[in-house]
């Protein structure tokens, strides 16, 4: 944000000259752009109407979820339900999963040795009625089934195909039930479970036959086994094994008969219906590269081979699956068994099969303090990795009651990314606190916290959700109780805690601070920062002075700095210095009292003295003109009015120029006061700063204009009118064009634009001169004639006429080394691009940080802009380098001070010789939008050309952002568009306090596009309006 020097005194002093370089403020826009990740292209979107985000493209292939019925986990929610209650869970679970984008799922019909489907070899399942055997009044599965194909969802049948009990207890067993009839199928394991005896050829028919129930009789998409086959080593199976066991070992006696079970089901299935598909969810590791060449490289996980009799590799190599969906329930970077490798193991086992590849997750250990758990993004990285093999088919999710539990929006992040709406902007990003610091101590009764997260999950404070940017900034208030404040962030299962102090204090700070000696009547502004709602008054010499709040410089004008939430305002009082005596007066310090809630407090604040009395009655009194700084020796900024600095008529004088002052009665000075300045007025009508004046009582000669001299200068760039004075004297200048009264702003000030630059006269007036000799004008490119008239006895002005109307872009003025006038018309441009002339301005720098938010501040922001549009114009539009003029490539100010620096900055410009000039700055103070400003007249049509370019790259870019439009600046003047010489605009690029706008302004893609508008606008500009 650009600040114009009209904060303190010190600064208004720095103010003492017309800068009015083209600025061109950088608007970041963003386009249309694609990010490489690893498994796939993330599509570009357009989200909350201002901010692009950059979405994760998941894959398009089996996306399910576990329903388990075991133990009534999650269908129906508990034994005894009515058919209608139970059909309206199976709705809201069927409603859920289709809300989610999941498009498959895996219902648990046979969790044990019973059913949720009418079977001939099966009773129905206890978790239905509380009774196993008994009627549940309708058809479950044929009721999922129905229920998900409307949905456009499928429904896998999942088997547990040994399983009878999860704790035996043959009483609880239907008679019709296979286990209670056959008792001698059964072995009951170390842990007590009830499981059949997979090395009975007999079961493994019955297995089949209730397989095949389903298959030729429910409209089922699939058949899933999970992983429960043989529960144990040490399975009591040593009957079969004497009966069956055909001389092998007992442990492939055992895969044997696990081995018939699936490639028999396989062949069976495809026989009565090739479209349903068939497959397995085994653990996740067949065996550890420890125990086989070709097992895994993980450290002794579990292993189906070894642990459970199942080849689950050798089922695939034979293609007796369709699908292979093994549990890979580890976190990636798991010590024991990493999920990135046991998922390439399987990718590779796949590979050159007809099976396909699913992947089942460990939803169920989201947020547990298991090694890679704790963070709810786990579920998403391990998604992101397996879309990089083109093996992986989908996955699958344990399970539904898990999905719903929704720990730390983990499963609402599943949801998103299967909808494609999972943000690349921040995903992945930890917890930071950028602000307020550990133990910090406030006055303010609110406090923001600000930071990064990732804003595809949860962000609470103290309880609460804070908005954040699509790459995760905050900026979130809290409101605070005297005392300490303790305030907890919690995000991804991380909770920070911040310890804030919150004191508060009646009496910030006060201004003046430097000792002010000032001549009798003059005006001081005193301001203090105080408590909302206190009572504030100061005392001078004795002089009670009362402060009323008041909006502090800057406020309503964009400037940035108000804080609308603080709890402190700016109070001000105005004092007047008694009369000037003829002796030196000294009035001691100034000091303000401020009192609330019972506290009071009192500051000190500048020394006051008021000067002698130094001009009698009868004397006239002239003042000289003086350089406004050790910087700017040039020119010296002047006024229309004293209670309106920024009218856009300002006139720059010349150093050495001479004029009489406005003098009261008595033939003393009469001083004008704004603030705690104090002005002179000149015979020319212009006001001036008393700091830029030397004050003294004589009459000098006037001024005689001998002749006017016409020359081309810097190889035909300017027009120069020579002025041959025998005195230097003050001058008035300006166009035809008519300004318009457009309101006031909220000081109460006037806002001045005009609607379009139409000129055709460019009128100079020289006062104290009592004699103009005529002009005569030869050829030239801006004007076509000349005239001078005698306005009254010691007032000469001459009019050019300009060449074509509106074809006015600027003078310069300054006394050559013969002490001569020197006038000189800027030329059009030759319209050779190599020829143009640009200067580019990165604003702040060094320790002058400008706007920030976050870790993101100004500074750094615009100069990385204006690099690139440097870069543009070079690269892209063939400017000459030697032709650009950067105020600054580093990260530093160029002068001692802020305000030298702006003086520096822009005599550097115009000493240049600029066409014109481009400020690159950035917004803040709450709003959003972007906007172009101008504050000389013939600076209007390159902003109106700017705005328009930005606007068009925002829709280009396929979002709205908010406009603001270009407008005059004569509010707040900003130092860098106030000089004469050339066309100059500031664009305000957005607010960077604002969590959207930041969003943008800080993406790769916005900066291009924006700075590809301002180049554009620039060559544009000077092509179409400055040949």
């Given at each position: 944000?650009?600040r114009?020097?009209?904060?303190t005194?010190?600064?208004?002093?720095?103010?003492?000259?017309i800068?009015?370089n083209?600025?061109v403020?950088?608007?970041?826009?963003?386009?249309?752009?694609?990010?490489?990740?690893?498994?796939?292209?993330?599509?570009?979107?357009?989200?909350?109407?201002?901010?692009?985000?950059?979405?994760?493209?998941?894959?398009?292939?089996?996306?399910?979820?576990?329903v388990?019925?075991?133990?009534?986990?999650?269908?129906?929610?508990?034994?005894?339900?009515?058919?209608?209650?139970?059909?309206?869970?199976?709705d809201?679970?069927?409603?859920?999963?289709k809300?989610?984008?999941?498009?498959?799922?895996f219902?648990?019909?046979?969790?044990?040795?019973?059913?949720?489907?009418k079977?001939?070899?099966?009773?129905?399942?206890?978790?239905?009625?509380?009774?196993?055997?008994?009627?549940?009044g309708y058809?479950?599965?044929?009721?999922?089934?129905?229920?998900?194909?409307?949905?456009?969802?499928?429904?896998?049948?999942?088997?547990?195909?040994?399983?009878?009990?999860?704790?035996?207890?043959?009483?609880?067993?239907?008679e019709?039930?296979?286990?209670?009839?056959?008792?001698?199928?059964?072995?009951?394991?170390?842990?007590?479970?009830?499981?059949?005896?997979?090395?009975?050829?007999d079961?493994?028919?019955?297995i089949?036959?209730?397989?095949?129930?389903?298959?030729?009789?429910?409209n089922?998409?699939g058949?899933?086994?999970?992983?429960?086959?043989y529960?144990?080593?040490?399975?009591?199976?040593?009957?079969?094994?004497?009966?069956?066991?055909g001389?092998?070992?007992?442990?492939?006696?055992?895969?044997?008969?696990?081995?018939?079970?699936?490639?028999?089901?396989?062949?069976?299935i495809?026989s009565?219906n090739p479209?349903i598909?068939?497959?397995?969810?085994?653990?996740?590791?067949?065996?550890?590269?420890?125990?086989?060449?070709l097992?895994?490289?993980?450290?002794?996980?579990?292993?189906s081979?070894?642990?459970?009799?199942?080849?689950t590799?050798?089922?695939?190599?034979?293609?007796?699956?369709?699908?292979i969906c093994?549990?890979?329930?580890?976190?990636?970077?798991?010590?024991?068994?990493?999920y990135?490798?046991?998922?390439?193991?399987?990718?590779?086992?796949?590979?050159g099969?007809?099976?396909?590849l699913?992947?089942?997750?460990?939803?169920?250990?989201?947020?547990?303090?298991?090694?890679?758990?704790?963070?709810?993004?786990?579920?998403?990285?391990?998604?992101?990795?397996?879309?990089?093999y083109?093996?992986?088919?989908?996955?699958?999710?344990?399970?539904?009651?898990?999905l719903?539990?929704?720990?730390?929006?983990g499963?609402?992040?599943?949801?998103?990314?299967?909808?494609?709406?999972?943000?690349?902007?921040?995903?992945?990003?930890t917890?930071?606190?950028?602000?307020?610091?550990?133990?910090?101590?406030?006055?303010?009764?609110k406090i923001?916290?600000?930071?990064?997260?990732?804003?595809?999950?949860?962000?609470?404070?103290?309880g609460?959700?804070?908005?954040?940017?699509?790459?995760?900034?905050f900026?979130?208030?809290?409101?605070?109780?005297?005392?300490?404040?303790e305030?907890?962030i919690?995000h991804?299962g991380v909770?920070?805690?911040?310890y804030?102090?919150?004191k508060?204090?009646?009496?910030?700070?006060v201004?003046?601070q430097?000792?002010?000696?000032a001549?009798?009547?003059?005006?001081?502004?005193?301001?203090a920062?105080?408590?909302?709602?206190?009572?504030?008054?100061?005392?001078v010499?004795?002089?009670?002075?009362?402060?009323?709040?008041?909006?502090?410089?800057?406020?309503g004008?964009?400037?940035?700095?108000?804080?609308?939430d603080?709890?402190?305002?700016?109070?001000?009082?105005?004092?007047?210095?008694?009369?000037?005596?003829t002796?030196?007066?000294?009035?001691?310090?100034i000091s303000?009292?401020?009192l609330?809630?019972?506290?009071?407090?009192?500051?000190?604040?500048?020394?006051?003295k008021?000067?002698?009395?130094?001009f009698?009655t009868?004397?006239?009194?002239i003042?000289?003109?003086?350089?406004?700084?050790?910087?700017?020796?040039?020119?010296?900024?002047?006024f229309?009015?004293?209670?309106n600095?920024y009218?856009?008529?300002?006139?720059?004088?010349?150093?050495?120029?001479?004029?009489?002052v406005?003098?009261?009665s008595?033939?003393t000075?009469k001083?004008?006061?704004?603030g705690?300045?104090?002005?002179?007025?000149?015979?020319?009508?212009?006001?001036?700063?008393?700091?830029?004046?030397?004050?003294?009582?004589k009459?000098?000669?006037?001024?005689?204009?001998?002749?006017?001299?016409?020359?081309?200068a810097?190889?035909?760039r300017y027009?120069?009118?020579?002025f041959?004075f025998?005195s230097?004297?003050?001058?008035?200048?300006?166009?035809?064009?008519?300004w318009?009264?457009?309101?006031y702003?909220?000081?109460?000030?006037?806002?001045y634009?005009?609607?379009?630059f139409?000129?055709?006269?460019?009128?100079?007036?020289?006062?104290n001169?009592?004699?103009?000799?005529?002009?005569?004008?030869?050829?030239?490119?801006?004007v076509?004639?000349?005239?001078?008239?005698?306005?009254?006895?010691?007032t000469y002005?001459?009019?050019?006429?300009?060449?074509?109307?509106?074809?006015?872009?600027?003078t310069?003025?300054y006394?050559?080394?013969?002490?001569k006038?020197?006038?000189?018309?800027?030329?059009?441009?030759?319209?050779?691009?190599?020829?143009?002339?640009v200067?580019?301005d990165?604003?702040?720098?060094?320790?002058?940080?400008g706007?920030?938010?976050?870790n993101v501040?100004?500074?750094?922001?615009?100069?990385d802009?204006?690099l690139?549009v440097?870069?543009?114009?070079?690269?892209?539009?063939?400017?000459?380098?030697?032709?650009i003029?950067?105020?600054?490539?580093?990260?530093?100010?160029?002068?001692?001070t802020?305000?030298?620096?702006?003086?520096?900055?822009?005599?550097?410009?115009?000493?240049?010789?600029?066409?014109?000039?481009?400020?690159?700055?950035?917004?803040?103070g709450?709003?959003?939008?972007?906007?172009?400003?101008?504050?000389q007249?013939?600076?209007?049509?390159?902003?109106a050309c700017?705005q328009?370019?930005?606007?068009?790259?925002?829709?280009?870019?396929?979002?709205?952002?908010?406009?603001?439009?270009?407008?005059?600046?004569?509010?707040?003047?900003?130092?860098?568009?106030?000089?004469?010489?050339?066309?100059?605009?500031?664009?305000?690029?957005?607010?960077i306090d604002?969590a959207?706008?930041?969003?943008?302004?800080?993406s790769?893609?916005?900066?291009?596009?924006?700075?590809?508008?301002?180049?554009?606008?620039?060559?544009?500009?000077?092509?179409?309006?400055?040949?």
């Amino acid at each position: 944000m650009l600040r114009s020097l009209r904060k303190t005194g010190s600064e208004k002093i720095n103010m003492s000259f017309i800068i009015c370089n083209i600025f061109v403020c950088l608007t970041l826009l963003s386009g249309t752009a694609v990010l490489a990740s690893a498994g796939g292209l993330a599509k570009v979107l357009f989200s909350r109407g201002t901010v692009i985000e950059t979405f994760f493209k998941p894959d398009n292939g089996l996306h399910g979820v576990w329903v388990t019925t075991v133990a009534n986990k999650d269908f129906p929610s508990k034994k005894g339900l009515s058919a209608e209650e139970q059909k309206k869970e199976a709705d809201k679970i069927l409603d859920k999963v289709k809300d989610m984008s999941l498009n498959t799922i895996f219902l648990q019909v046979r969790p044990g040795s019973d059913a949720l489907y009418k079977s001939s070899i099966y009773p129905w399942s206890a978790v239905l009625t509380g009774e196993q055997g008994k009627d549940p009044g309708y058809d479950p599965l044929l009721y999922f089934i129905d229920g998900a194909h409307k949905r456009g969802l499928k429904l896998f049948a999942w088997i547990n195909p040994y399983r009878v009990q999860t704790k035996a207890n043959l009483d609880e067993l239907a008679e019709t039930n296979p286990a209670k009839i056959n008792q001698a199928w059964t072995v009951t394991t170390s842990d007590g479970q009830l499981y059949y005896d997979p090395g009975i050829p007999d079961v493994r028919k019955m297995i089949e036959d209730g397989i095949m129930e389903i298959v030729n009789n429910y409209n089922v998409d699939g058949i899933v086994f999970d992983d429960y086959f043989y529960p144990e080593k040490n399975f009591s199976d040593s009957n079969s094994y004497k009966q069956y066991g055909g001389g092998k070992s007992i442990e492939d006696f055992r895969r044997d008969n696990v081995n018939k079970l699936v490639s028999e089901v396989h062949s069976k299935i495809k026989s009565a219906n090739p479209k349903i598909e068939f497959g397995i969810s085994p653990v996740g590791v067949w065996a550890n590269k420890s125990q086989s060449v070709l097992g895994c490289s993980t450290k002794g996980a579990f292993s189906s081979y070894y642990d459970q009799y199942a080849d689950t590799r050798l089922w695939v190599k034979r293609n007796w699956v369709d699908f292979i969906c093994p549990q890979i329930y580890w976190s990636i970077g798991d010590k024991r068994a990493d999920y990135s490798t046991v998922l390439n193991w399987w990718s590779n086992t796949v590979k050159g099969t007809d099976v396909k590849l699913y992947v089942a997750h460990a939803v169920y250990k989201q947020g547990s303090n298991e090694e890679g758990w704790r963070s709810p993004d786990q579920i998403i990285l391990q998604l992101r990795e397996a879309i990089k093999y083109p093996e992986y088919k989908g996955s699958v999710f344990f399970d539904y009651a898990d999905l719903l539990k929704n720990v730390d929006g983990g499963a609402d992040a599943i949801a998103k990314y299967y909808k494609g709406k999972l943000s690349a902007n921040s995903f992945g990003r930890t917890l930071e606190i950028s602000s307020p610091k550990e133990n910090t101590m406030t006055n303010e009764s609110k406090i923001n916290i600000v930071g990064y997260s990732d804003a595809n999950y949860p962000l609470l404070i103290n309880g609460v959700p804070a908005d954040r940017s699509p790459d995760g900034y905050f900026c979130h208030t809290v409101n605070l109780s005297s005392g300490t404040n303790e305030i907890k962030i919690c995000h991804k299962g991380v909770t920070k805690t911040l310890y804030v102090l919150c004191k508060a204090e009646v009496l910030r700070s006060v201004q003046p601070q430097n000792d002010i000696t000032a001549d009798g009547g003059s005006q001081i502004n005193i301001t203090a920062t105080a408590h909302v709602n206190a009572t504030v008054y100061a005392t001078v010499h004795g002089t009670r002075v009362d402060m009323t709040p008041v909006d502090a410089p800057g406020y309503g004008d964009d400037s940035g700095d108000e804080n609308p939430d603080s709890d402190y305002v700016t109070y001000m009082g105005t004092y007047t210095l008694p009369d000037a005596t003829t002796e030196a007066q000294d009035l001691g310090k100034i000091s303000v009292t401020a009192l609330w809630g019972g506290l009071e407090k009192t500051l000190e604040g500048a020394h006051v003295k008021v000067n002698a009395l130094s001009f009698k009655t009868g004397q006239s009194c002239i003042a000289t003109i003086k350089p406004s700084s050790a910087v700017n020796k040039q020119y010296v900024e002047t006024f229309i009015y004293a209670d309106n600095l920024y009218r856009p008529v300002a006139c720059p004088q010349l150093p050495g120029s001479w004029d009489y002052v406005e003098t009261n009665s008595d033939g003393t000075p009469k001083k004008y006061f704004c603030g705690s300045m104090t002005y002179y007025r000149l015979s020319c009508g212009l006001m001036l700063y008393s700091g830029n004046l030397t004050l003294e009582a004589k009459t000098p000669a006037p001024n005689r204009i001998k002749k006017v001299v016409q020359s081309s200068a810097d190889n035909g760039r300017y027009t120069e009118f020579t002025f041959d004075f025998t005195s230097k004297v003050t001058y008035n200048a300006t166009t035809d064009v008519v300004w318009k009264n457009s309101g006031y702003n909220t000081s109460g000030k006037r806002n001045y634009a005009i609607d379009s630059f139409n000129a055709n006269y460019y009128t100079i007036y020289f006062f104290n001169t009592t004699y103009a000799a005529n002009i005569n004008v030869k050829d030239n490119p801006i004007v076509s004639s000349a005239s001078v008239e005698k306005v009254n006895d010691t007032t000469y002005k001459y009019t050019f006429k300009l060449k074509r109307t509106g074809k006015f872009f600027g003078t310069n003025v300054y006394y050559n080394d013969q002490g001569k006038f020197v006038l000189d018309f800027k030329n059009p441009w030759d319209g050779n691009i190599k020829n143009l002339k640009v200067s580019i301005d990165a604003g702040h720098g060094g320790v002058d940080y400008g706007a920030a938010a976050g870790n993101v501040n100004e500074k750094t922001l615009n100069l990385d802009y204006a690099l690139t549009v440097r870069d543009l114009l070079i690269n892209k539009y063939g400017l000459d380098p030697s032709n650009i003029y950067m105020t600054r490539t580093t990260d530093t100010l160029i002068a001692p001070t802020k305000s030298q620096d702006l003086q520096k900055r822009t005599l550097n410009m115009i000493n240049f010789g600029s066409d014109l000039s481009i400020c690159i700055h950035q917004n803040d103070g709450g709003g959003e939008g972007f906007e172009t400003y101008y504050f000389q007249p013939y600076s209007q049509e390159l902003a109106a050309c700017v705005q328009s370019h930005l606007a068009q790259a925002y829709r280009n870019c396929g979002f709205a952002h908010k406009d603001r439009g270009y407008k005059s600046c004569t509010q707040t003047a900003y130092y860098s568009c106030r000089q004469t010489q050339f066309p100059s605009v500031l664009v305000e690029c957005g607010f960077i306090d604002n969590a959207n706008d930041r969003g943008f302004l800080t993406s790769k893609s916005g900066k291009d596009a924006i700075t590809q508008a301002l180049a554009k606008s620039i060559v544009e500009y000077a092509n179409t309006y400055m040949r």
